[in-house]
């Protein structure tokens, strides 16, 4: 019973280069969303998705981008990494905002 | 004010010692609660949702007051293993109609 599966999880990358955080999840969940969590902060959405094909932004969307081709896949692509992007990343995914949501164990991202 | 605010602690407590917590909301249309606990290093999993009536699950209660808007977490008989930061989450508010508290941190000494 895999869950939401996230990739990878360390990275450290050099400011200006761009990745993707990778998010499965095998649920069947419309509702697919990606976190950073800072200290201090809590956690801070990014962007959701309320289904496959669509996607809207949440509360620290800039520098961050998302698709949804299929319900199980849910990708995190950041554009031009800024050490401002350290952090630690949750995707998460429920059957609706009233339910459990579940989250995948986290990627620790590093911008030097 | 903001939509939900939780006292960071970090709460000390000795080990067999009840200890409780609240989180306070701010939108009254909040329909659904819960509190979920996060580990250091790990994800936030569902610990208790809370209903109006109340919910208790073993050591752990929680309560809904709406007059007051809060919720509350009671844990009895507290174990080493508790220790963790205690998440609260409303519906309601946030980009997509679901607010995270920034969590309790709860440290159970032996």
């Known amino acids: 019973n895999a869950g939401v599966t996230q990739t990878p999880k360390f990275q450290v990358l050099k400011t200006g280069q761009s990745m993707t955080l990778q998010c499965a999840q095998d649920?069947?969940?419309?509702?697919m969303s990606w976190y950073r969590q800072d200290p201090g902060m809590g956690l801070r959405l990014i962007h959701y998705?309320?289904?496959?094909?669509?996607?809207d932004q949440g509360e620290v969307p800039n520098g961050y981008n998302v698709s949804r081709s299929t319900t199980e896949d849910f990708p995190l692509r950041l554009l031009s990494a800024a050490p401002s992007q350290t952090s630690v990343y949750f995707c998460?995914?429920?059957?609706?905002?009233?339910?459990?949501?579940?989250f995948g164990e986290g990627s620790w991202l590093t911008v030097v | 004010r903001k939509e939900v605010e939780q006292d960071p602690g970090p709460f000390n407590v000795p080990e067999g010692a009840t200890v409780a917590f609240n989180c306070t909301y701010s939108?009254?249309?909040?329909?659904?609660f819960f509190w979920y606990r996060q580990d250091c290093r790990k994800e936030p999993k569902l610990l208790m949702s809370?209903?109006?009536s109340g919910n208790e699950d073993g050591r752990f209660t929680a309560q809904l007051n709406r007059a007051s808007q809060y919720i509350s977490l009671l844990i009895r008989d507290s174990k080493l293993s508790d220790s963790a930061t205690y998440l609260c989450?409303?519906?309601?508010?946030?980009?997509?109609?679901?607010?995270f508290g920034k969590g309790t941190h709860l440290i159970i000494q032996p």
């Open positions: 998460a995914s429920s059957s609706g905002l009233r339910n459990t949501i579940y």
């Open positions: 649920m069947n969940h419309e509702y």
């Open positions: 998705s309320v289904g496959a094909g669509i996607t």
């Open positions: 939108n009254s249309a909040s329909q659904s």
């Open positions: 809370v209903y109006s």
């Open positions: 989450v409303v519906t309601g508010g946030g980009a997509d109609g679901l607010t």
